[in-house]
């Protein structure tokens, strides 16, 4: 029997939204403070109702330093503040995400395009503040403060638990959401080139939308139960310190326990603190291997060897999403894939992108759980260095996994499983 192309069936009409469907536009700010500065933090609460639109989620401020003429920023300018995101659900915390600022940094630079970043320069914070300034494709990565006090605005999607989520949230389901960030220390934020003498934030707003088909619908959802189940997706960081000297095989060991691993990513930190010291990513000395071992398998299954970096940018690729997307852009050139040594002289606007990452996944779909467990054992990241270190470099390993929200319709309550 013939069936029609896609393209010309015509009976898969999509209905309208209920008629008294609305969308809610919320801002909200902290309920903890006006202003964050260092060791702080911010806390922002949802409002239980409704359902969340989740990739709606943004959060915007406005960042002011003092005393710091070209003060200059690391990483991705407008995530660069934040060490820590955490999400709660009534008391209990579902998300943390540590090196939140050394992640996003990583993210903004496997996921967004140079064109995109240059579009998006003026929200994520890229290049001079000066306005007279031409940014070009050199000024696509940190930022810089030129005048000696001087105020900034920002505003970023906030990649969380909330915002990965594959269907709306029914917060009328669930119990009260909140969203922390925590402020790192200016000395992370900053290089050492020039560091402020304070650097605080204000005007902290928290975006998102909620949609209301009203209460026909919230019951329909509701028999729906008792439990659904909504999948989502996070990251998990967690950092090691290779010492100086260090030579031959070395394995870090890193207890990160989920049920389904995506993906996994090393970030190999430089030294120099003119540079981006954790937000960088070298190699650590020249035709250095790299491979990672979970419950006696290893991946990928020969190392990756920095003497073919061709191969190692594609098994990066392959970590994010198909080889073959041409949605997955990078926006990592040559030079920046290069750096050899954990004493490389980065700057902020030329910082060291020798990530390694590997993907886990059994089969990229849109199955519930693809990846591997590591429920059992630990993470082993095996590293084999021809020659000894030159310095420190504080290894942060970085892992994307599944989750899948058990939200409890006759208890109103909810559980996380990861």
């Known amino acids: 029997m013939t069936s029609l192309p896609h393209a010309v069936n015509y009976s898969e009409f999509i209905p309208g939204l209920p008629e008294n469907s609305r969308v809610v536009d919320v801002a909200v700010n902290p309920s903890n403070l006006q202003t964050l500065t260092s060791g702080g933090q911010a806390q922002f609460d949802f409002i239980s109702r409704g359902f969340l639109i989740p990739d709606s989620i943004y959060i915007s401020y406005l960042g002011t330093c003092a005393s710091a003429g070209n003060a200059q920023i690391r990483g991705c300018p407008g995530y660069s503040s934040f060490s820590n995101l955490t999400v709660q659900v009534g008391s209990q915390t579902i998300d943390s995400q540590n090196s939140y600022n050394a992640v996003m940094t990583m993210l903004s630079n496997l996921t967004l395009s140079q064109s995109e970043k240059y579009g998006l320069q003026s929200a994520y914070g890229y290049g001079s503040s000066a306005d007279n300034t031409t940014v070009g494709l050199e000024d696509l990565d940190g930022g810089l403060l030129v005048a000696t006090t001087q105020e900034k605005s920002y505003a970023v999607p906030l990649n969380c638990v909330l915002s990965n989520a594959e269907k709306l949230l029914p917060m009328f389901a669930m119990p009260q959401v909140r969203v922390s960030l925590s402020m790192d220390s200016i000395s992370n934020i900053f290089t050492s080139s020039v560091v402020p003498t304070a650097w605080t934030l204000s005007k902290m707003t928290l975006h998102y939308k909620i949609i209301d088909f009203g209460p026909e619908v919230e019951n329909m959802v509701r028999s729906m139960g008792p439990i659904l189940n909504i999948k989502s997706q996070s990251f998990a960081a967690s950092s090691q310190t290779l010492t100086s000297g260090a030579s031959g095989q070395q394995e870090l060991v890193y207890n990160q326990r989920y049920a389904s691993c995506k993906s996994v990513f090393a970030l190999n930190g430089g030294s120099a603190t003119s540079g981006n010291t954790f937000m960088d990513s070298v190699n650590l000395v020249p035709n250095a291997t790299y491979q990672f071992m979970i419950a006696g398998v290893q991946y990928p299954q020969k190392p990756i060897d920095s003497a ?53 996944e059994k089969l990229n779909s849109g199955s519930l759980l693809t990846g591997i467990s590591t429920q059992n054992s630990p993470i082993s990241y095996r590293i084999n260095l021809p020659s000894g270190t030159t310095a420190n470099s504080t290894i942060t390993l970085i892992m994307n996994y599944d989750a899948i929200f058990e939200v409890d319709l006759v208890n109103n309550q909810v559980i996380l499983r990861t």
């Open 308 to 360: 073919v970096r061709a191969q190692a940018l594609m098994e990066l690729k392959s970590a994010v999403g198909s080889v073959y997307d041409r949605n997955n852009s990078f926006s990592i050139n040559s030079y920046e894939f290069s750096w050899d040594n954990v004493n490389a002289a980065t700057t902020y606007k030329i910082p060291a992108k020798f990530i390694i990452g590997t993907s886990l």
